[in-house]
């Protein structure tokens, strides 16, 4: 049993770049919800307005996830990483130049931009996980990495209260923050990266430690890069796309918790980086934690098939009493209700996204996490649609709907999982 002591630590180093990315991914990603209330008083929008906007980047995010996956197989991690997060600052910086004449289709046109961009980030981060880490840290290393999400969701109504005012005023400054972000992380890691059989500073005994699990997913890797063609008709990257149609829901928090807040508590623009700071903190305490619990599993000897799964049935279960939101009065049980939810979430998604690197040779596991991030905003796409309907038709019961779906669908979704891939055996492809 190889050992983890003096092996050395560069892979870290990788893994603080991926958490860097992942941060300025969701601070730009999760601006307009932050502004939602704001921006739909300056420039008069309706529900199904704001949700056509939220459709044009998930539009971009399921196309962008169906060939961005490929695209990063073939141009490698380091290039293809560097062209995704060029994209994406560049569209996010374009959202300050909408003028209100414009402001639904502008907006809309600046949001698909970014979907298509920021639909590269996570296949280029979990194929560097794939790279850099041995099967049994890779549940970890992308728990870490993915509670940057929740970083940038609370770093936004933070920057966000204190430099934009009530009415609307400086709106443009918070998309162009992140230009600048994102230019440092590209110089850095263009100086930086490599793979491991290739870096300077990465020591034999470190390189022998990420490798000495994957001797059999290496030995049925050829070195030829898989399309998302080869992987389409299996029924385990469909388990995987299944797993992923819970993206929705983590959308939802994301792009409508503070409309929701907003409708139902009274909740502003000033106010809502706290609720925030308590949402994401839990789901913070989520990614991290689901992602140790099934290498956990795995240290005692259990299977992969049965550390995974019954991790993620621990998640479903935690999410349940989500579907009690709506109907509650009190702000801060609501809060906690969702943060506790989006901790579960994010747990969760710590684990599918191992399922891929668990089950698929490196040279698809880009390929793989594309297909299933296509799926998931196809369902974010449908969902937006029919709240935003709802929501002008009937009102705020439109988010005692959601909710509901929200707390029941992970349970469901798990059964479809393990009915399509009861068995977590690795897959042979030519």
Not at 376 to 392: C, E, K, M, Y
Request: hydrophobic letters at 50%; a positive charge.
């Amino acid at each position: 049993m190889t050992k983890t002591n003096n092996v050395g630590s560069y892979r870290f180093r990788i893994l603080a770049m991926l958490i860097y990315a992942t941060t300025i991914n969701y601070f730009d990603r999760s601006i307009i919800g932050v502004m939602a209330p704001t921006l739909e008083k300056l420039f008069d929008w309706t529900n199904t307005d704001y949700a056509n906007i939220m459709i044009a980047f998930k539009v971009a995010y399921a196309i962008g996830m169906l060939t961005m996956g490929g695209i990063i197989d073939r141009l490698g991690t380091k290039k293809g990483y560097t062209l995704a997060i060029g994209i994406w600052s560049i569209f996010g910086m374009l959202h300050a130049a909408v003028r209100p004449a414009f402001s639904v289709i502008g907006f809309s046109i600046a949001r698909f931009g970014l979907g298509f961009g920021e639909s590269g980030h996570f296949p280029a981060a979990q194929k560097t996980v794939a790279e850099w880490f041995p099967k049994k840290e890779r549940a970890f290393a992308t728990g870490i990495y993915n509670a940057a999400t929740s970083l940038g969701a609370i770093a936004a109504p933070f920057v966000i209260g204190w430099i934009v005012s009530e009415t609307g005023h400086n709106w443009q400054i918070p998309f162009l923050i992140t230009g600048a972000l994102s230019s440092i992380w590209v110089i850095i890691w263009l100086r930086t990266y490599h793979k491991p059989e290739g870096h300077p500073k990465l020591s034999k005994e470190e390189f022998d430690y990420i490798e000495h699990d994957s001797k059999e997913e290496n030995s049925m890797s050829s070195k030829e890069k898989i399309s998302w063609g080869k992987v389409l008709p299996l029924r385990q990257t469909w388990a995987f796309a299944a797993a992923k149609i819970t993206d929705a829901v983590w959308w939802f928090y994301l792009f409508w918790g503070a409309k929701f807040l907003a409708a139902a508590f009274g909740v502003d623009i000033k106010n809502i980086g706290v609720p925030f700071l308590i949402m994401y903190l839990l789901a913070d305490g989520g990614s991290i934690l689901g992602g140790w619990l099934s290498g956990a599993f795995m240290n005692k000897g259990w299977s992969i098939n049965k550390a995974r799964k019954l991790t993620l049935l621990i998640c479903a279960i935690i999410i349940l009493p989500v579907s009690y939101v709506a109907i509650t009065e009190s702000k801060w049980l609501a809060v906690v209700l969702i943060g506790i939810a989006a901790a579960g979430h994010q747990a969760w998604s710590a684990n599918i996204f191992t399922l891929v690197s668990d089950v698929f040779p490196k040279k698809a596991v880009a390929s793989v996490t594309g297909i299933g991030g296509m799926v998931g905003a196809v369902a974010g796409i449908v969902s937006d649609r029919l709240l935003g309907n709802v929501l002008d038709a009937s009102g705020n019961i439109g988010y005692f709907w959601a909710f509901l779906v929200a707390g029941s669908l992970y349970l469901v979704i798990l059964g479809i999982v393990h009915l399509l891939m009861p068995k977590m055996d690795p897959v042979y492809i030519d």
